[in-house]
């Protein structure tokens, strides 16, 4: 069993900060890929930030320049630290990680989200 769970969101004000966490636990053998989307309602899911294992890092044209995509693979967790926001990040954050589940297995896992609302 595997559990991939998001923390970190909240209430914030426009221009203010917030670091997001999402943990992989039980039978996990290791995290390739990670991506952080967000959805808002009536629209899609969008890619907002994405980290492979070894780091290199892609983020979205809204996002770049505030945002941080990082990973601790000694604590099984990418965290997205989210600086200047605004109103328009306000949505449910969602983490999307490739778990090895066994030494040879691997596939992706959805947390359950986390909602940021960013207040003007």
């Known amino acids: 069993q595997v559990q991939l769970v998001e923390s970190g969101g909240g209430l914030v004000q426009a221009g203010g900060s917030l670091r997001l966490s999402c943990t992989a636990s039980?039978?996990?053998?290791?995290?390739?890929?990670v991506g952080w989307w967000r959805q808002t309602p009536g629209k899609e899911r969008e890619l907002v930030a994405h980290i492979r294992s070894g780091a290199s890092t892609l983020y979205a044209d809204s996002v770049k320049g505030r945002f941080t995509i990082s990973r601790d693979n000694t604590k099984n967790t990418v965290y997205l630290q989210m600086n200047s926001l605004k109103p328009e990040d306000t949505a449910v954050y969602y983490c999307?990680?490739?778990?090895?589940?066994?030494?040879?297995?691997?596939?992706?896992?959805w947390g359950q989200g986390t909602q940021v609302t960013v207040s003007s």
């Open positions: 039980g039978r996990v053998f290791g995290i390739d890929a």
């Open positions: 999307n990680a490739d778990i090895k589940w066994s030494p040879h297995n691997s596939m992706y896992y």
